[in-house]
């Protein structure tokens, strides 16, 4: 069976990437050595810190825009969700998204 990746990098001023790729371990081994150019390359994103598994590239590919719709609408409304006792859907994707670290889905 073929498994497809979403990851999440970072660097030392913690400047997040978000990617799809079908073979983590070589696209790792890119962002680290710089061999990818743009923006991975400009800002030293070279730091795995998270990654999903999934079945087919649909999957992936939405589970992608699904945590990059949620990291968008955090930083839209930041001050309204970090008002105490605010919880929004955002706000529970990221954090389950932080706890399930390495998470397959099919």
Request: avoid cysteine; proline fraction near 2%; glycine fraction near 10%.
């Amino acid at each position: 069976m073929h498994f497809y990746y979403v990851y999440i990098m970072t660097n030392r001023s913690k400047t997040l990437y978000m990617g799809v790729s079908s073979k983590l371990e070589k696209r790792v081994f890119e962002h680290k050595n710089g061999l990818t150019g743009g923006f991975t390359s400009k800002y030293k994103v070279d730091r795995l810190v998270y990654f999903e598994r999934f079945g087919n590239i649909r999957s992936a590919i939405a589970r992608e825009k699904q945590i990059k719709g949620a990291q968008q609408a955090e930083k839209d409304g930041a001050d309204r969700l970090h008002e105490p006792g605010v919880e929004g859907p955002e706000r529970r994707l990221v954090r389950q998204t932080s706890v399930s670290a390495g998470r397959e889905w099919k």
